[in-house]
C-alpha cells in the first residue's frame, strides 16, 4: 500500500537554482512530515520536518511547505549545489508508524 | 559520540535459513524501528520497540520478528528466508516515543542482506 508517494524518480537542476522535490500521501492520520537524505552505502539522514499544524517550514537553504487540504508537501532548496545530489525520501508519520516514498533522486550539475 | 550501529554489514544465506540482524542504538536513545529496503523502493517500516515492548508493527509477515534489550540493542530475526527477502535493513533510534523536532530518527548504515 503506497500511502506516501514519489512520483518524480529523478531530477536535474544547475548548480544555483531551485531544486522542488514533491510527495504526496493519502492517510489523513498522517500529522508529522519528514524528509531524508541518502548517500549511497549510508543509512537516510533527517533533513526537515513539518508539523500538520504548520504550512512552512524552514531551515537555511532548505524550506518544506506542507499543503494538508491537498495532503501535498514538497521539499525546497534554494540555491541548489553539487553536495546535495544524493536521493531524497520524503516520510509521513503518525504515532509509531512512518512510511516512507520510493525517493527522488537530485543530481544538481555545476 | 557515536551513531547507530548495526551489524553484520553484509550477509549472504540461502532460501530456508534463519538470520539475525542486530542494531545498537544512540547512547540515551530508547526507541529503536527496523525497515526494510528493497532496491528502488524507500524504507518499509517493520517494528518499532520503545523501553522493550513492541509499540508498532508493520505489514510483515510472522516470519518477522524483533525485541529490544535492557541495554536498548535490539535484534531483528527473520525465519523461512525467501528470495524476496534479500534487502538493505535498517535500524533507526530516537529518545522517545511520539514524534516531533525533539525526538528526530537516526538511521544506522543498514546491513545488507542477500538471499540465494
Known sequence: DQQVKQNSPSLSVQEGRISILNCDYT???FDYFLWYKKYPAEGPTFLISISSIKDKNEDGRFTVFL???AKHLSLH???SQPGDSAVYFCAASAINDMRFGAGTRLTVKP | ??????SP???????????TLRCSPISGHKSVSWYQQVLGQGPQFIFQYYEKEERGRGNFP???????????SSELNVNALLL????????????GEGQGSYNEQFFGPGTRLTVL
Open chain 1, 27 to 29: 492517510n489523513s492520520m
Open chain 1, 67 to 69: 499543503n494538508k487540504s
Open chain 1, 77 to 79: 532548496i534554494v540555491p
Open chain 2, 1 to 6: 559520540d557515536a551513531g547507530v550501529t548495526q
Open chain 2, 9 to 19: 554489514t553484509h550477509l549472504i544465506k540461502t532460501r530456508g535459513q534463519q538470520v
Open chain 2, 62 to 72: 510472522d516470519r518477522f520478528s524483533a525485541r529490544q534489550f535492557p541495554n536498548y
Open chain 2, 84 to 95: 524476496g527477502d534479500s534487502a538493505l535493513y535498517l535500524c533507526a533510534s530516537r529518545i
